[in-house]
């Protein structure tokens, strides 16, 4: 039974950032993100603030590359993909050494 409530908690939390998301709600994103987070690898909220923080800075990146690149400008996109990949790293060795 725990692991139903679990799975439920996780698509709660993932449907609600994806509806954050396109409702450009940043805050609540950040927010139901951190909470998806923090039940799906089992780390305090705050560490999943921390994580989310990276992740959504990397995805601005993301775009940031994807609209240089669609522009034609790939030695400034390349820059932007590889901020993208540092601040990934970052995310997930953050994930990978937490313990709760």
């Known amino acids: 039974m725990e692991d139903e409530v679990k799975a439920k908690g996780l698509a709660r939390y ?3 950032w994806w509806k954050a998301h ?3 709600d ?3 994103l950040k927010e139901n993100m951190a909470n998806l987070y923090r039940l799906q690898f089992n780390i305090s909220y705050e560490k999943a603030v921390k994580v989310v923080g990276l992740r959504v800075q990397a995805t ?3 775009d940031i590359a994807e609209n240089l690149e669609d522009a034609g400008n790939q030695k400034e996109a390349d820059k932007h993909w590889k901020k993208a990949e540092k601040l990934l790293e970052k995310h997930f060795e953050i994930l990978i050494n937490t313990k709760s």
């Open 26 to 28: 940043n805050k609540l």
């Open 22 to 24: 396109h409702r450009r």
């Open 60 to 62: 601005k990146e993301h």
């Open 14 to 16: 993932e449907i609600s």
